[in-house]
C-alpha cells in the first residue's frame, strides 16, 4: 500500500490527490521550509484514469524550454525558478537532503561540478539544474533567491499553492 | 444504460459497451499490488465478452440474467439516477472539474497533522515533494486538463516517475524473523520431537500398556 493510501486510511474524507498535497506541504514543513499546511485548501476529485503522455519537463531541456513548459502550465518565471527550488531536498547534491534553504541558488551560481578534481560535486544537480543560469531572466530570480532566503519561502508559498490548485477549476 | 455498482453476490458489471477510456485504464493502470485493480480488470473484461456476443447464454448463471434483465428494463435506475452522486458513473477522465476547494478547520488541521506525523517519516519528505509535481505538472492551460487530480497513481511506470514508486511503496513492516525461526526449529528437530508426532507416539505407548495390563488381569478378554 502506498503512503498516500496509508494516510486515505486515517483521513477517509480526503480525496488521494488532496492528501498528495498535505503530504507536500508537510515534507517542506519538516524540513525546515515554510510552514503550508495550513494554507493549501482541500477538497480535489480524483481523476480514474492517467493524464495525458508526455506533459513532464524532460531533464533535457535548455533554461528557455523550461520557461515554455511551465508557462503552458501557467506559471511565470519567477514562480518556475520558486518551484525549482525544492530540488534542495532530496539527493541532489544541494546542501543537507532534508534541509529545505536556498542552498540550491547558491550553488547554482558556484557551479560546483564544474571542479575537475572533487568526484561528488561532479554529481550534484540534474542537466535542467545546471542549465537555469544560462538565461538572463531566469539568472536574475536565482541571483534574488541566493541572496535572500526570505524572498524564496515567500514566492515558494505562492507558486506552491498555485501548483496545488491546478486542474481545480 | 449504465448500471451501478454493487450488485447481490458482490459483483459489479456494466451493461454499457466500456468506453475507450475505461478500456485505456485496464491496460495503462500499473499493478499497484492491491487486488481491487486486478479485478477491476478483469471486469472490464468480463463486460467486453458480454456485449460482444461472445459468451453463451446458457452458461450465464439463472440469477445473474434475471439480474440484467431488470437492469436492462427501462425504469429501473431513473430513481437512482437522481440520488446518484454527480459524475459517479461518468466516463472517467483525467480532469478535476467541478472541485470545491476549501482551507481546514482548526480541527481538522489538528488531525491532517497527526496523521501525516504517523505516516511520513521525514526520510520520505523530499519523494512527497516530488509527488506533488508530478502529479500536477501534467496541467496544461490551454486544454484545461490534468493537473493535480490523483492521477499520478496511475502514471508510477512511466519513465518520468523512475523512483517514486519504489519510494511511495515502503518495503513491508511483517517481520519475517519469526517464520525464519519456526522453519529453523522444525527443520533443525528430530521428527519424533514434533508436536503432533509425540502426541501419537504417547497415545500408542499408554494403548500398550493398557492392552498388557487388561491381558494379564483378564486373558482372553479381547481388546480393539
Known amino acids: 500500500m502506498s503512503v498516500i493510501k496509508q494516510l486515505q486510511s486515517k483521513l477517509p474524507g480526503y480525496s488521494f490527490a488532496d ?19 495550513s494554507s493549501v485548501r482541500v477538497g480535489r476529485r ?9 506533459r513532464m519537463p524532460e531533464e533535457t531541456l535548455s ?33 543537507g537532503p532534508l534541509e529545505f534553504d536556498n542552498v540550491y541558488y547558491q550553488s547554482l551560481l558556484q557551479r560546483p561540478w564544474e571542479k575537475k578534481d572533487d568526484k561528488m560535486a561532479s554529481m550534484i544537480g540534474l542537466a535542467s539544474d545546471r542549465v537555469l543560469p544560462d538565461l ?22 505562492g507558486a506552491f499553492v498555485k501548483l496545488s490548485e491546478l486542474g481545480c477549476d | ?14 451493461a454499457r459497451p466500456p468506453t475507450r477510456a475505461l478500456a485505456n485504464r485496464s491496460t495503462e493502470q500499473p499493478n499497484l499490488g492491491g487486488s481491487c485493480r486486478g479485478r477491476r480488470a478483469d471486469h472490464v473484461r468480463e463486460t467486453e465478452h458480454v456485449a460482444g456476443g461472445t459468451r453463451d447464454p446458457a452458461t450465464v448463471s439463472s440469477r445473474r440474467s434475471a439480474l440484467l434483465a431488470l437492469v436492462s428494463s427501462a425504469g429501473f435506475f431513473s430513481v ?5 452522486p454527480p459524475g459517479a458513473l461518468a466516463a ?11 482551507s481546514l478547520s482548526g480541527a481538522e488541521l489538528a488531525s491532517v497533522l497527526t496523521a501525516l506525523q504517523d505516516t511520513i517519516p521525514p526520510s ?69 520431537h514434533w508436536p503432533l508426532p509425540r502426541i501419537a507416539w504417547w497415545l500408542y505407548f499408554r494403548r500398550r500398556e493398557c492392552h498388557q495390563a487388561v491381558a494379564k488381569q483378564a486373558p482372553g478378554v479381547l481388546l480393539c
Open chain 2, 124 to 192: 520520505k519528505a523530499p519523494v512527497m515533494l516530488r509527488l506533488i509535481f508530478h502529479d500536477g505538472a501534467t496541467y496544461r492551460a490551454a486544454s484545461k486538463d490534468g493537473g493535480v487530480n490523483g492521477s499520478i497513481q496511475y502514471e508510477l511506470d512511466r519513465p518520468e516517475s523512475f523512483g517514486l514508486k519504489r519510494a511511495l511503496f515502503p518495503p513491508p513492516s511483517v517481520s519475517y524473523v519469526p517464520y525464519v525461526t519456526y522453519v529453523l526449529y522444525v527443520s533443525s528437530t528430530p521428527l519424533t
Open chain 1, 46 to 54: 480524483d481523476a480514474t484514469a492517467a493524464d495525458p503522455v508526455g
Open chain 2, 80 to 84: 437512482p439516477a437522481i440520488v446518484r
Open chain 2, 1 to 14: 444504460m449504465p448500471l451501478s455498482r454493487g450488485l447481490p453476490g458482490g459483483r459489479r458489471c456494466s
Open chain 1, 63 to 95: 533554461a528557455a524550454g523550461q520557461v515554455k513548459v511551465f508557462a503552458e502550465m501557467g506559471f511565470s518565471t519567477t514562480e518556475m525558478i520558486a518551484l525549482l527550488g525544492s530540488h534542495t531536498i532530496g539527493q541532489k547534491g544541494f546542501g
Open chain 2, 92 to 102: 472517467p477522465v483525467a480532469v478535476t472539474r467541478g472541485a470545491t476547494l476549501k
Open chain 1, 19 to 37: 492528501l498528495v498535497v498535505l503530504a507536500a506541504a508537510y515534507a517542506v514543513k519538516i524540513t525546515n521550509g515554510p510552514d503550508m499546511v
Open chain 1, 136 to 157: 538572463k531572466e531566469t539568472r536574475t530570480v536565482i541571483e534574488r533567491f541566493a541572496g535572500d532566503q526570505a524572498a524564496f519561502f515567500r514566492e515558494f508559498e
